[in-house]
């Protein structure tokens, strides 16, 4: 994705500010409320990205939209308004969200399912994940009915796959082999 690196230094500087002001959590509130209008809303995605419309109009845009937000959200408003980087803004506060759960000592569990999430399948990948790390987890469930069953779980950079379609593949790749001498 494009700009996430700039993004990820955004949101450290603004995590480091918001960590000196002790607004760190007022801040990640306006970041989530914010993430959740810009995915529904893509004429202010629109807005943002426009590089016609000027900076400052882009940040009084924003600043109307959320006016209950804290000054520290402002101030990363206005910053990437200085620096014409407000199409950043989504990539940033997901970026702020994240570093933000991972010094509450929170991890975010992303399950790929081919159905929503059971409850009894939701047991047993929270234990898996326990069995993976001692974060605190926040699960993200993604619906792909290519993977035909199970789930695919991944923490971070680790992966444990218990899909239908993996084990299908590791099946064909045992037979193949076996089949071939």
Do not use: W
Not at 58 to 70: G, N, T, W, Y
Not at 88 to 105: D, I
Not at 109 to 137: C, F, G, H, M, N
Not at 144 to 169: C, E, M, N, R, V
Request: charged share 20%.
């Amino acid at each position: 994705m494009r700009g996430t690196r700039a993004a990820l230094r955004y949101a450290k500087a603004a995590l480091a500010f918001a960590n000196e002001t002790k607004a760190a959590t007022h801040v990640a509130h306006d970041f989530t409320a914010m993430g959740a209008l810009l995915r529904s809303n893509t004429e202010l995605q629109d807005m943002l990205v426009n590089p016609l419309l000027p900076s400052a109009q882009k940040e009084s845009v924003l600043i109307s939209i959320f006016p209950e937000a804290c000054s520290e959200t402002r101030q990363v408003f206005s910053l990437l308004a200085q620096n014409n980087r407000l199409a950043l803004l989504f990539q940033t506060g997901t970026q702020y969200l994240e570093l933000y759960a991972k010094q509450q000592g929170e991890v975010t569990a992303y399950v790929t399912t081919a159905v929503p999430l059971s409850s009894e399948l939701e047991k047993v990948i929270r234990d898996k994940a326990k069995a993976l790390t001692q974060s605190k987890i926040q699960f993200e469930n993604k619906i792909d009915p290519s993977i035909l069953g199970g789930f695919i779980l991944k923490i971070g950079d680790i992966q444990y796959d218990a899909s239908i379609t993996h084990q299908l593949q590791s099946l064909k790749t045992i037979l193949t082999k076996t089949n071939s001498i």
